[in-house]
């Protein structure tokens, strides 16, 4: 069913190349607009493409199509065996036609596999990158804990607003946004009565590849940030793989819900017009 969000007839999309196990996935993918630049959004672990509302909803000044998917294990994305940052950045690829001109932004986990998407190995040739809230790096506890979620039975609730409680909190969307969202309303399923969240636990292992490798196999320019407070990366973290990595003021992990209007600027004046954001980018008041 499409929906309008700033002046865009939006539809929802599923491409997929045919084949069995280890193929692309058939991601669910919202999309609007013609013609190129085309701006690739992608979530984070555990949410789903919903969660860009805010950002899209500014961006009417994009001059060419805008695609928003879930990732595979995520939201209306089918749950898949594998999901290494290979496999993502391939389904990815099913999207996108040869030769179009691809400009990507991501968060957290979207924002690594921007980065990976740009080394050119997946037929997309991407402009440019902006990633923000990618984490760095990884201590054991943090690498076992990930491992034990992804083992862990899937949680089945008998009260909706229960399942949309967790969500929330697995997603860190607590406290940002409320429970009758969309989403909410993506990331959880109901079935028999009984309702789940919508991801699979599995996801949790997508991440953990350094960034030095990704940053160097890249063939597009990468542009590093985070939220102020984001307490999962540091500045000071970012800036040898960017030396003009910046901070989004006032914001945690996820700027792009707590400032949607900051967010839709970058990538309105700086993606697609080739400005250079601030070192530290201070909220629309």
């Known amino acids: 069913m499409g929906f309008d969000h700033g002046g865009r007839q939006w539809h929802d999309r599923r491409k997929t190349r045919e084949g069995g196990e280890g193929m692309a996935a058939a991601l669910h993918c919202e999309q609007s607009g013609t013609g190129m630049p085309t701006l690739l959004l992608l979530h984070g672990l555990g949410v789903n ?86 984490k760095q790096s990884w201590r054991s506890e943090e690498i076992e804990k990930a491992e034990k979620f992804a083992a862990t039975p899937v949680r089945w609730f008998d009260d909706r607003q229960e399942a949309a409680e967790r969500f929330l909190r697995v997603s860190g969307l607590s406290g940002l946004v409320g429970s009758d969202v969309e989403v909410v309303s993506r990331g959880i399923v109901g079935e028999g009565g009984r309702t789940r969240l919508a991801a699979d636990p599995r996801t949790v292992l997508s991440g953990g590849i350094a960034m030095a490798a990704m940053m160097a196999a890249s063939r597009a320019p990468i542009r590093l940030a985070r939220g102020g407070a984001d307490p999962m990366v540091s500045l000071a973290e970012l800036l040898p793989y960017d030396p003009d990595a910046f901070d ?25 017009r080739g400005a250079e954001p601030r070192a530290t980018v201070e909220l629309l008041l």
């Open 248 to 272: 989004i003021a006032g914001c945690g992990h996820n700027p792009h819900v707590e400032a949607p209007e900051v967010l839709a600027r970058l990538i309105l004046d700086g993606l697609e």
């Open 49 to 134: 493409g919903a969660v860009w509302q805010g950002v899209v909803e500014r961006l009417g000044a994009w001059p060419g199509r805008i695609l928003v998917p879930d990732l595979r294990g995520h939201g209306a994305s089918p749950h898949f065996r594998h999901y290494g940052m290979g496999e993502h950045a391939a389904d990815l690829g099913e999207l996108l036609e040869r030769g179009e001109r691809v400009h990507v932004v991501g968060h957290s986990l979207g924002g690594a596999i921007a980065i990976v998407l740009a080394s050119g190995m997946f037929g997309v040739a991407v402009e440019r990158v902006l990633a923000f809230g990618v």
